[in-house]
């Protein structure tokens, strides 16, 4: 049986490094609003109106636990969060083979009809001036829902204090999900037809959910075969844990895992792991009527009863949806 702890939510990261941590580097980015990844300052403006506009959102991260963990994690809610020390693309760039004469180039923001691929790897013969050959790789981060709290929270820590009421914030993986699953079949789609790769980096437990409430199939493959996989392995799912270094104060990227497989296999994400039975859906439709919850009769004018069930919609927060995560 797992034991859930509770656990405080707030943000994991600001501006890259623990809110705790006071290293002349962490309090220099926060002084100067600084993404340490970018080495610039952040560029997540911030659009609450009850937060000062002049100050970019720069919490990289929030603790949380979601189903498949059993402890509580930072969470990656800033896709540039993974280009820390270069590491996805010197792990990306495995699947390249170089030769005498070329280099790897990055391009980002590269757009297309079907969406963006945010950076694509590129083998660069430097003497004829051509591309030899690419792989398309994406980070996919986390969203939240109540993003004011995560927000309250970011500007408390900024001031060093601690907010003092519970937040109720969570992750969204239902959106992220659907968007990553969008993504992923467009994109894969038009990487069969070049006969390229892609690869997409996530969090180890934002894959951990995807197993634990989807049917998805992907093969996990040996780090150490990354070099010579099969061409009929089209879609890679790189997965990175975030590893405290004590000595540096902060959180580091580390691959743990990659699984592959093909648009057909990472299609089954579609499908969750439990259907309910009918019984189950008309025990829940008999218990409205009955507690005459958000319900209106058939001779009832229609327009006052969507009134009443409208009206409930808007008042429910956005965490109702996403109390099971």
């Not at 969406?115 to 660069?124: A, E, H, N, T």
Request: aromatic share 10%; net charge neutral.
């Amino acid at each position: 049986m797992i034991i859930r702890r509770d656990y405080e939510r707030k943000v994991a990261e600001v501006f890259g490094y623990p809110p705790e941590a006071s290293s002349p580097q962490a309090l220099r980015v926060r002084r100067e609003y600084e993404c340490p990844f970018l080495g610039a300052r952040c560029v997540k403006p911030s659009q609450h109106r009850d937060f000062d506009p002049n100050i970019p959102f720069g919490a990289c991260s929030v603790w949380h636990r979601g189903i498949g963990v059993s402890e509580p994690h930072p969470y990656i809610i800033c896709p540039i969060r993974f280009v820390q020390d270069h590491r996805i693309f010197l792990d990306a760039s495995r699947l390249l083979s170089p030769r005498e004469g070329t280099e790897i180039i990055i391009v980002p923001e590269i757009s297309l009809p079907m969406g963006r691929i945010d950076y694509i790897l590129s083998l660069y013969d430097v003497a004829k001036q051509e591309v030899v050959d690419f792989i398309a790789l994406e980070a996919m981060a986390c969203s939240t829902t109540t993003t004011g709290d995560v927000l309250r929270s970011f500007h408390d820590l900024l001031q060093g204090q601690t907010t003092e009421e519970k937040l109720k914030y969570g992750i969204n993986f239902r959106q992220v999900i659907s968007r990553m699953t969008v993504q992923v079949l467009a994109k894969a789609y038009v990487c069969e037809k070049w006969n390229k790769r892609m690869i997409w980096a996530i969090q180890d437990v934002l894959y951990r959910y995807m197993q634990a409430t989807t049917r998805v199939e992907l093969t996990k493959i040996p780090l150490a075969t990354l070099e010579n996989l099969p061409a009929d392995i089209p879609v890679l799912f790189f997965t990175y844990g975030m590893e405290m270094n004590t000595e540096q104060q902060r959180f580091e990227l580390r691959l743990r895992e990659a699984y592959g497989g093909t648009k057909e296999s990472f299609a089954r994400i579609l499908e969750p792991t439990e259907l309910p039975e009918t019984s189950r859906m008309l025990e829940l439709i008999q218990h409205r009527i009955q507690a005459k919850e958000s319900i209106f009769a058939l001779h009832i004018l229609l327009s006052q009863g969507l009134a009443k069930v409208a009206s409930k919609i808007i008042r429910e927060s956005p965490t109702e949806y996403n109390s099971h995560a």
